[in-house]
Structures are given as structure tokens and as C-alpha cells.
């Protein structure tokens, strides 16, 4: 279950995918299959070799990529997520969601 996620974030995420753009988005996030995490970091473009690509960088196999039709995106949790946030200098999502400490 997604929660902590504003409208307008999620529709400015949705037309950077669909235009192509590596799309960043973190929110809150409760899973069962997933104990000790509470949030989720989606990296999505829907131009599959440039996501691929990206994700490589961060050492993201190409089949982890969730192949949503519209959305394709890779799923990050805990420590790698932190990680890479950081490299991508998210600084507004590392604080709002208190990455940086954890």
C-alpha cells in the first residue's frame, strides 16, 4: 500500500516516464513480503535501454525492471535505495522521507 505521495507528484512522474526521462519518486510504502521497509524509491523511463542503462551504473540487473506496459520501472528498498538517491543528489526525498540517518 503507497501512501505519503502528493497528485501532482505522481502525474509529474508519469510524463517523465512517458517522455523518456529517468523519473525518480519516493513514497511510503508497506508490503508484507518486505519487513523493516517503509518506503519505496520507483525509477521509471519508459525507453527500456536507457533504463537498463541507468540501472547498470547502480549495478541493477535489466530483469529486475518491473515491465509495466506504461510505467516500466525498477524498485528500490533500504540501503540501496538510500544509496542511490544520494548519487542522484534527491536531497528533497532523502529528507521528507529520512533516508539520511537510516
Known sequence: MAFGLKRDELISWKKKVLAGEI???THY???NRFP????????GCNDLEKLTKWGRQYG???EWIHRDQKFPHFDLFG???????????QWKQLEQFDLLTK
Open 79 to 89: 540501503d540501496r535505495q538510500r544509496d542511490i538517491l544520494l548519487s542522484e543528489k
Open 36 to 43: 523493516g521497509c517503509t518506503t519505496v524509491t520507483k525509477v
Open 60 to 62: 541493477l540487473e535489466a
Open 23 to 25: 523519473a525518480i519518486l
Open 29 to 31: 510504502w508497506l508490503d
